[in-house]
């Protein structure tokens, strides 16, 4: 017995519905939801700043290092104290293990290896948000509006041996220090799944003399989401992973190429969590220190 056939037309149909159906949600949360819940936070003065989020890892001739700057201080030079910087500290399973804190001085840069707050071998994932100084409102330009959602720019460095790599924060946090608790209120901050749920970074990596490829996709929203990663050689699928992950929960992929690939190229796809949350790559070849990449 042959099998309901859905006319191509059908299936366009539904996929334009759907995609409409996202945006009229992502249209409301941004325009309706996101703005009751920040005038509600803000009655006592707080405000919504999110989180820079990264990926960290330490062990086995690797470490990580975070590098903030006091960017208030440079959108108002009049300012004279010191930014706040608190973070959490997530393993690979989305479980918090470490909570860590720090200030900037005007002007300053606040440098943290993460090997000196973990003290143990690992990955996972890292937030940090960066407070403005007490001072800041106070003397504020014009140009910074306090009633509009801050997000904290960090940067990373990835030591491999003796390459070092840095990298800035792909996406921001929905769980963080000055973000509200509420469950109901974090699913509102999470943006809808974008309409395209396959991500291809525009970039092809050459086989030869490539003896391995790690590839990092993190959970960056505050609600559990499905990823997957998915590596191609010519069009044809390799190697592929995919796990329903819970908020800040990690998946990874190791891929070693064959002999006889060594003159085709590599590509990968990804799905995205939110919708800048790209993967991290480390990627080794023959004679050469491992390189830390993200898409």
């Given at each position: 017995m042959r099998g309901l056939q859905i006319p191509d037309i059908?299936?366009?149909?539904?996929?334009?519905?759907?995609?409409?159906?996202?945006?009229?949600?992502?249209?409301?949360?941004t325009r309706v939801f996101f703005p009751a819940v920040y005038?509600?936070?803000?009655?006592?003065?707080?405000?919504?700043?999110?989180p820079a989020l990264h990926y960290w890892r330490v062990g086995q001739n690797f470490d990580s290092i975070l590098l903030l700057n006091n960017s208030y201080s440079v959108m108002n030079p009049l300012c004279t104290g010191y930014a706040r910087v608190k973070g959490r500290i997530y393993n690979a399973d989305g479980r918090q293990i470490q909570k860590f804190d720090s200030e900037v001085e005007p002007f300053g840069t606040v440098v943290m290896r993460i090997s000196n707050i973990v003290r143990c071998m690992g990955d996972g994932v890292l937030t940090a948000t960066l407070f403005p100084p007490a001072d800041f409102f106070e003397h504020r330009t014009a140009s910074f509006d306090r009633e509009e959602a801050h997000r904290t720019t960090a940067y990373m460095g990835y030591e491999l041996g003796q390459n070092i790599s840095y990298v800035h924060n792909i996406e921001t946090a929905y769980i963080g220090d000055s973000l509200p608790a509420n469950p109901l209120v974090q699913r509102i901050l999470v943006p809808f799944h974008s309409?395209?749920?396959?991500?291809?970074?525009?970039?092809?990596?050459?086989?030869?003399g490539?003896?391995?490829?790690?590839i990092i996709a993190i959970n960056s929203a505050a609600r559990r989401r499905h990823l997957m990663i998915r590596v191609l050689v010519d069009g044809k699928v390799?190697?592929?992973s995919h796990k329903r992950t819970m908020p800040f929960e990690v998946l990874a992929l190791r891929?070693?190429?064959?002999s006889e690939d060594s003159s085709k190229s590599l590509r990968l796809?990804?799905?995205?969590?939110?919708?800048n949350a790209k993967p991290y790559f480390i990627v080794k070849y023959e004679g050469q220190e491992a390189t830390f990449h993200h898409s």
């Open positions: 059908a299936r366009k149909g539904a996929r334009t519905t759907l995609a409409v159906m996202t945006a009229a949600k992502e249209r409301l949360r005038q509600r936070y803000a009655k006592d003065g707080q405000r919504i700043i999110f309409p395209r749920a396959v991500f291809t970074p525009n970039l092809s990596l050459p086989l030869k490539m003896q391995s490829i790690e390799r190697a592929e891929f070693v190429p064959r796809a990804t799905y995205l969590a939110t919708g």
